[in-house]
């Protein structure tokens, strides 16, 4: 299993597009986090809910923007999967390792660093952004061990959304309907099911329970729990990838 | 499957739906020899071939590659090596980074990786990306990612299409090399001319079912030889060749072919009834002909009324 992560680690490595989704998510997360601290605390800023930050809760939230990343992260994982069907490389794949099931585990068991890395990345960057906005203004930001655990929160949370998305990809195959069919479901499915039935909305997979972490707002579920029924929804999206794939022809 | 078989397929049958791609397929292809596998398009050569692989199922029936199905293997690439048409390449890779994904998935060294460039002749291009590359480049970076193993065993689909005529040599050399050093070779091809100089046997099939099976020499010989006769007095002669007991049909050119009379025989039939023969040879039967006999294919087309007979 060793070899076939580290020859999935290689796929990604040998192509420009993780690259390209880095730049792009980290450019994103970076104008966010300039637009947080540039209207925090000003008018503007109170109305919507950003007040001046002055303690760690308040950077905890700055560096939970930085989440957004996990949209890159999603489109990097469901590629990892999806691409092998669009270039037709799935067939030198499985030539070399005909257990479909090992196929897919290994591409998860990459994805997940590579999620976590891009969420390293999210949690990391409003950070620092953070601390030279406040240098410059020659004063110091609020730290304190809810910090780090804000940055840990946000890789996490991309972590999560890559290993669900490699298995989404193997699953569906095309990477358009995977890559909309993870939108659609998370700003979707997921927001409306919750609206018509607010007691599933903790339990949602993509919103609902990785919610329990980078959100100031108390969760019905602890951390263990969450992180036990991530753990839960990733295990089933990977049987079923397995399962559908192991009876698909290429 | 005997022993020496490297490939065994028995009463394969695979539908897609409504469509049936093979049927009831049976055949073998022992060690030490090349097996050409012929089929007009759509015969449901390159679809065995993925049964054979693992990469698709079977609706009923076996494909076997040493001894049982290609998932069972240990460690695949070294005892099968495959190029299909349907293998692809990310056109941002690079010709060694292909080979080496592959490599690292097939747990071989990955120096092998600049062994087969060489062996193909793409060490030049190792660092070139694929994208970049033609067609006759990629059909060799299939054929060095299917050596990466030194595999026992060769399954190639349409291996030629592309190459240049000093790939076409190479290839022919170098399957000859392997199946006499003991490996099996499963090649399909259009170009039966390639196929007849280097297979030792050959696989027919049509519309998914086995057609024919054997030597070379065994499928010319039964496609029939024929004594090719041009003649201005062929209306007097056709019937006084037929009483001699030959099977006489008409070729597109207007010459007709005698089939069940020797050479020696047409001319002294010829001699008797005072006809004049512009033409009198043995045509051999080529594996194309054989081939176009027995699927089908190519059958002569329908006498054009408007085109008067060729006068003597």
Redesign the interface.
């Known amino acids: 299993m060793k070899?076939?992560v580290?020859?999935e680690l290689?796929?990604v490595g040998?192509?420009?597009?993780w690259i390209g989704l880095a730049i792009g998510g980290a450019a994103l997360v970076a104008v966010a986090s300039f637009a947080v601290l540039a209207v925090a605390g000003s008018a503007q800023g109170i109305a919507s809910g950003l007040g001046a930050i002055t303690s760690v809760a308040d950077v905890q939230k700055l560096v939970w923007s930085g989440a957004a990343m996990s949209f890159f992260a999603v489109v990097l994982a469901a590629t990892m999967a999806t691409?092998e069907f669009r270039?037709?490389?799935i067939?030198?794949?499985?030539?070399?390792?005909?257990?479909r099931a090992d196929v897919i585990a290994s591409k998860l068991l990459a994805a997940i660093p590579l999620g976590a890395a891009f969420g390293l990345v999210g949690g990391a960057l409003p950070l620092a952004i953070g601390l030279m906005w406040f240098a410059v203004k020659g004063e110091a930001l609020p730290f304190g061990s809810g910090v780090p655990i804000a940055v840990a929160e946000v890789v996490l949370q991309c972590a999560y959304g890559a290993a669900l998305a490699v298995c989404v990809g193997a699953a569906i195959r095309s990477q358009l309907v995977a890559i909309l069919g993870l939108l659609g479901w998370s700003f979707v499915v997921e927001p409306l099911a919750s609206a018509l039935v607010p007691d599933i909305k903790p339990w949602t997979p993509t919103t609902g329970v990785p919610g329990a972490f980078g959100a100031p707002d108390p969760h019905v579920f602890g951390h263990a729990a969450a992180a036990a029924l991530m753990v839960l929804y990733v295990l089933g999206a990977l049987g079923i990838a397995v399962y559908l794939e192991r009876?698909r022809?290429? | 499957m005997s022993p020496a078989d490297a490939i065994s397929i028995r009463e394969l049958t695979k539908r897609y739906g409504g469509r049936l791609a093979v049927d009831r397929l049976s055949f073998e292809v022992p060690l030490g020899t090349v097996t050409g596998f012929l089929g007009p398009n759509g015969a449901g050569k390159t679809t065995t071939m993925r049964v054979l692989l693992g990469l698709a199922s079977a609706t009923s029936g076996e494909a076997h590659i040493l001894g049982g199905p290609y998932e069972r293997l240990d460690a695949p690439l070294r005892r099968v090596g495959a190029a299909l048409e349907i293998t692809g390449f990310h056109p941002g890779r690079t010709a060694r980074e292909h080979l080496r994904v592959v490599c690292l998935q097939g747990g071989l060294d990955e120096g092998r990786a600049d062994a087969v460039l060489s062996l193909t002749g793409m060490q030049d291009y190792a660092r070139s990306k694929v994208r970049g590359f033609s067609f006759g480049m990629r059909q060799r970076l299939a054929l060095a990612a299917a050596l990466l193993g030194e595999p026992q065993i060769l399954v190639l689909d349409e291996p030629a299409n592309g190459l240049d005529p000093a790939g076409v040599a190479w290839l022919r050399a170098f399957l000859r090399r392997f199946a006499d050093g003991g490996g099996a070779v499963l090649i399909s091809s259009h170009i039966l001319s390639e196929v007849g100089e280097v297979a030792d046997r050959v696989v027919v099939i049509d519309r998914g079912a086995l057609v024919t099976q054997g030597s070379i020499s065994e499928l010319t010989t039964a496609a029939g030889e024929a004594v090719i006769v041009r003649s201005p007095d062929l209306e007097r002669l056709r019937p006084a060749l037929e009483r001699a007991g030959g099977s006489v049909a008409t070729e597109p050119d207007g010459s007709v072919a005698v089939r069940n009379l020797a050479i020696e025989e047409v001319g002294r039939v010829a001699a008797d009834e005072g006809a004049t023969l512009h033409e009198l040879r043995r045509r051999t039967s080529t594996l194309e002909d054989a081939f176009l006999a027995l699927t089908g294919e190519g059958a002569t087309p329908p006498a054009r009324p408007d085109v008067p007979e060729a006068s003597p």
């Open positions: 070899r076939l580290h020859a290689l796929k040998t192509t420009r597009l691409g270039y037709g490389t067939g030198a794949t499985y030539l070399a390792t005909p257990r009876r022809d290429v």
